[in-house]
């Protein structure tokens, strides 16, 4: 290890690993610092039950808004696989178990499903303008996200093309969600299926005054201008292995279980103080890149952490191995079409506001929506060929309206007082409970493993387990002092963020690694 380097970056994330391949292979020196000791942050796949060989992608699961520029930049190796069925949502219609299942691969499957439904062609007639708001916005925008900061105003002239792109600046941008919403959508299962992509991981409520709603909706319906989610075959480790040998192949070095203990950002040269294998150690570095959030630089700088109440995070994670799939209720769909999509379950449109006002109100939901996700329905390489046949399946649920207010007071009763109601929510619509068709560990525990935001912040160190490390961004500057900068600067001179807490950052999509990359090498680029 050198004694100083170009650029050290904090965190072996994905977002840390994009920036590393690109300034390694621009020339640069690049040392990485991670906490843990394994590579890739969120983006892991982990051995989640000692007992099994089956390996979970533990906090993050789908893959969207990952460019395919840096895939083909970074020369990845990446399968992204499409998932049949997009989502199912299981109701109750006059006594009789119906489910409504939207298809990715064919529109008459999805056309009759929500017939079946509704009664009429028209809901889904309006629904597919609504999302197709969505598909212009990404049009206008995405090209935007590998590029500096545009002025709002400047952004919105793009805008000026025509009556559909007015409209969709105006339905994402510039008035609450749940306006276009209920302006398009006249069913309540319907309305709360598209709301939930602008609840997932943060809390809010449709006609959200601060817009924090709009955002994360975007942050789902935009990727690669399609807004598709994929698997990413051999799960999320996948993706952090493929990054971490480009990153290595650039030349980075990397050290694991580094204990951080001091971080010099005043002065004119950087230097980031550390233990590592029981040793002490100073490295100096011209550039510093932060992949954490703001509130965990704060507490290195001794600088106050001002977070605005939209930064708190709301969400409930399980993991789960399953000897077998549980059988529907619904006789029309096997288990095998409904879980291969995303599984919605009391997410509808008023029982989401009702459930944002009991957590505001600092109790856990009577009624809990969640979404449950199989990832080996569409990949099973993460599951051992012995697995594979005796019918194994991962499954992940995410609980929403589960704010780190309800968890932070009593976090273990809490936890399992959650983890109750979000598998009774699911076991409504089952035969049998899920937890009959749990694994079960040779000391005789189930397969089930729970996550509240309290435990997301203790391990990943995202304030309040904000799984965007804070409220997401919209896609321009929002001040004067942002126009025409990445969106990845800070207060200190050369000391850049490069993970999910810059602007235009939160999910799996590298964009902040790679616009913390190019800030750098302009300003390497310009001798400063």
Same mark, same amino acid.
Request: aromatic share 10%; charged share 25%; glycine share 8%.
């Given at each position: 290890?050198? @004694? @100083?380097?170009?650029?050290?970056?904090?965190?072996?994330?994905?977002?840390?690993?994009?920036?590393?391949?690109?300034?390694?292979?621009?020339?640069?020196?690049?040392?990485?610092?991670?906490?843990? #000791?394994?590579?890739?942050?969120?983006?892991?796949?982990?051995?989640?039950?000692?007992?099994?060989?089956?390996?979970?992608?533990?906090?993050?699961?789908?893959?969207?808004?990952?460019?395919?520029?840096?895939?083909?930049?970074?020369?990845? +190796?990446?399968?992204?696989?499409?998932?049949?069925?997009?989502?199912?949502?299981?109701?109750?219609?006059?006594?009789?178990?119906?489910?409504?299942?939207?298809? +990715?691969?064919?529109?008459?499957?999805?056309?009759? @499903?929500?017939?079946?439904?509704?009664?009429?062609?028209?809901?889904?007639?309006?629904?597919?303008?609504?999302?197709?708001?969505?598909?212009?916005?990404?049009?206008?925008?995405?090209?935007?996200?590998?590029?500096?900061?545009?002025?709002?105003?400047?952004?919105?002239?793009?805008?000026?093309?025509?009556?559909?792109?007015?409209?969709?600046?105006?339905?994402?941008?510039?008035?609450?969600?749940?306006?276009?919403?209920?302006?398009?959508?006249?069913?309540?299962?319907?309305?709360?299926?598209?709301?939930?992509?602008?609840?997932?991981?943060?809390?809010?409520?449709?006609?959200?005054? @601060?817009?924090? *709603?709009?955002?994360?909706?975007?942050?789902?319906?935009?990727?690669?201008?399609?807004?598709?989610?994929?698997?990413?075959?051999?799960?999320?480790?996948?993706?952090?292995?493929?990054?971490? *040998?480009?990153?290595?192949?650039?030349?980075?070095?990397?050290?694991?279980?580094?204990?951080?203990?001091?971080?010099?950002?005043?002065?004119?040269?950087?230097? &980031?103080?550390?233990? &590592?294998?029981?040793?002490?150690?100073?490295?100096?570095?011209?550039?510093?890149?932060?992949?954490?959030?703001?509130?965990?630089?704060?507490?290195?700088?001794?600088?106050?952490? *001002?977070?605005?109440?939209?930064?708190? #995070?709301?969400?409930?994670?399980?993991?789960?191995?399953?000897?077998?799939?549980?059988?529907?209720?619904?006789?029309?769909?096997?288990?095998?079409?409904?879980?291969?999509?995303?599984?919605?379950?009391?997410?509808?449109?008023?029982?989401?506001?009702?459930?944002?006002?009991?957590?505001?109100?600092?109790?856990?939901?009577?009624?809990?929506?969640?979404?449950?996700?199989?990832?080996?329905?569409?990949?099973?390489?993460?599951?051992?060929?012995?697995?594979?046949?005796?019918?194994?399946?991962?499954?992940?649920?995410? #609980?929403?309206?589960?704010?780190?207010?309800?968890? &932070?007071?009593? +976090?273990?009763?809490?936890?399992?007082?959650?983890?109750?109601?979000?598998?009774?929510?699911? +076991? *409504?619509?089952?035969?049998?409970?899920?937890?009959?068709?749990?694994?079960?560990?040779?000391?005789?525990?189930?397969?089930?493993?729970?996550?509240?935001?309290?435990?997301?912040?203790?391990?990943?160190?995202?304030?309040?387990?904000?799984?965007?490390?804070?409220?997401?961004?919209?896609?321009?500057?929002?001040?004067?002092?942002?126009?025409?900068?990445?969106?990845?600067?800070?207060?200190?001179?050369?000391?850049?963020?490069?993970?999910?807490?810059?602007?235009? #950052?939160?999910?799996?999509?590298?964009?902040?690694?790679?616009?913390?990359?190019?800030?750098?090498?302009?300003?390497?680029?310009?001798?400063?």
């Amino acid at each position: 290890m050198r @004694s @100083s380097y170009d650029v050290v970056i904090l965190g072996a994330g994905h977002n840390g690993l994009v920036a590393a391949s690109y300034l390694g292979r621009a020339g640069l020196s690049v040392l990485v610092l991670e906490k843990n #000791g394994y590579i890739g942050g969120a983006t892991t796949s982990q051995k989640v039950f000692p007992d099994y060989d089956a390996r979970l992608s533990r906090y993050s699961y789908l893959v969207s808004l990952l460019p395919e520029k840096i895939i083909r930049d970074l020369g990845l +190796n990446l399968e992204l696989r499409r998932r049949a069925t997009a989502s199912f949502t299981p109701y109750v219609s006059h006594a009789h178990h119906g489910g409504l299942l939207l298809s +990715n691969v064919d529109e008459a499957v999805s056309r009759q @499903s929500m017939f079946e439904l509704t009664g009429n062609d028209k809901e889904f007639e309006q629904m597919k303008q609504f999302y197709n708001l969505s598909r212009v916005f990404a049009g206008h925008v995405w090209d935007t996200m590998l590029e500096p900061l545009l002025s709002k105003e400047d952004l919105r002239r793009r805008f000026d093309v025509d009556g559909v792109s007015r409209e969709a600046w105006r339905s994402l941008a510039e008035e609450p969600l749940g306006v276009a919403i209920e302006r398009y959508l006249q069913n309540d299962l319907v309305r709360g299926l598209v709301f939930t992509d602008a609840k997932i991981g943060i809390f809010s409520h449709p006609h959200d005054r @601060s817009l924090v *709603q709009n955002r994360c909706f975007l942050y789902h319906l935009i990727g690669n201008k399609t807004g598709e989610w994929k698997v990413p075959v051999g799960g999320m480790g996948a993706v952090a292995s493929e990054l971490e *040998q480009a990153a290595r192949k650039a030349g980075a070095e990397m050290l694991t279980n580094v204990d951080l203990r001091a971080l010099n950002v005043t002065e004119k040269t950087r230097s &980031v103080e550390f233990e &590592v294998d029981g040793k002490r150690e100073t490295v100096e570095a011209r550039f510093l890149l932060v992949n954490f959030g703001r509130n965990v630089l704060a507490k290195f700088t001794g600088r106050l952490y *001002q977070p605005d109440r939209t930064d708190e #995070g709301s969400v409930f994670k399980i993991n789960m191995l399953l000897r077998r799939l549980p059988q529907l209720k619904s006789e029309k769909y096997p288990a095998t079409e409904a879980f291969r999509g995303t599984f919605h379950s009391d997410e509808g449109y008023e029982q989401m506001n009702a459930s944002y006002d009991e957590a505001s109100g600092g109790r856990l939901p009577e009624k809990t929506p969640c979404e449950v996700y199989c990832h080996t329905l569409t990949d099973n390489s993460i599951l051992a060929p012995e697995l594979r046949e005796q019918g194994f399946h991962t499954m992940t649920l995410f #609980g929403l309206d589960a704010p780190w207010s309800l968890f &932070v007071r009593d +976090n273990e009763t809490m936890r399992r007082q959650a983890e109750k109601k979000f598998l009774e929510s699911i +076991n *409504q619509w089952l035969e049998e409970p899920i937890e009959d068709c749990l694994a079960v560990a040779r000391d005789g525990t189930p397969c089930i493993e729970s996550k509240s935001p309290v435990d997301i912040e203790d391990a990943l160190g995202m304030y309040h387990g904000n799984i965007f490390q804070n409220a997401p961004t919209f896609p321009f500057a929002e001040t004067k002092a942002q126009i025409g900068k990445w969106g990845v600067e800070t207060e200190f001179q050369n000391v850049f963020l490069c993970g999910s807490s810059a602007l235009r #950052g939160g999910a799996v999509s590298g964009i902040p690694g790679h616009n913390a990359a190019k800030k750098v090498l302009e300003m390497v680029t310009s001798g400063q």
